[in-house]
């Protein structure tokens, strides 16, 4: 079965510090996508990034980071420098080749608030 | 800059009403979701549609819910009688064959 832990509910960091946002996924398909996206307060779902499961290599841009790692299961995200405008939740998710890359599974979220 | 637009933003209702919510989705995409978002269950998939057929709506409770595509710029979900526990964020998102959804700003839903 398929399923995306974020096991941060709530992260508090100070303004330019690092923060990282753990994302743990389960999958039996070995074709799959992972995913970020960004819900500001205002309520709306940006999206951040994919990647699929055959490409590996780390993700920059700008401050934001990704590192893929099969090995463990894990899709995190590193915000270098955090600013106030990055205070949101965030969510992960994964879709399969399998089941539908359709029907995408969304982490329950970590809210981070960024403090000046 | 090509966005989702949902109608309208926010809704606040009595129970029994019909709610009508509405999504415009992206030029060229051709498949479009709704999602449910509230705190205890997270984004929930309701439906969705690929060239305005409708694909799965396993997620969608049958007897009060309904989704349509009346034209391809143009979904529509709608429920009929609205409850309390309806109150939610509906999310509409639409892709376009890249397997990455965009999503529009939601209708917040207030059911009373």
């Known amino acids: 079965a398929q399923k995306v832990t974020q096991a941060q509910t709530e992260i508090s960091v100070v303004e330019k510090e690092d923060v990282t946002l753990d994302c743990v996924y389960e999958?039996?398909?070995?074709?799959?996508?992972l995913f970020w996206y960004k819900q500001p307060p205002s309520g709306e779902l940006v999206f951040l990034i994919r990647r699929n499961s055959f490409d590996e290599q780390n993700e920059i841009s700008g401050r934001y980071s990704w590192n893929f790692q099969k090995s463990t299961s894990s899709f995190n995200f590193t915000i270098t420098a955090s600013q106030v405008v990055d205070s949101a939740v965030y969510f992960c998710a994964l879709s399969e080749y399998k089941t539908s890359y359709d029907k995408v599974i969304f982490g329950p979220g970590t809210s981070l608030s960024v403090i000046p | 800059d090509a966005r989702v637009t949902q109608t309208p933003r926010h809704k606040v209702t009595e129970m029994g009403q019909e709610v009508t919510m509405r999504c415009q989705p992206i030029l060229g995409h051709n498949t479009v979701f709704w999602y449910r978002q509230t705190m205890m269950q997270g984004l929930e998939l309701l439906a969705y549609f690929r060239n305005r057929a409708p694909l799965d709506d396993s997620g969608m409770p049958k007897d009060r819910f309904s989704a349509e595509m009346p034209d391809a710029t143009l979904a529509t979900l709608k429920i009929q009688p609205s409850e309390p526990r309806d109150s939610a964020v509906y999310f509409c998102?639409?892709?376009?064959?890249?397997?990455?959804?965009?999503f529009g700003p939601g209708t917040r839903l207030t059911v009373l």
């Open positions: 998102a639409t892709s376009g064959g890249s397997d990455t959804q965009y």
């Open positions: 999958t039996r398909d070995t074709t799959y996508y």
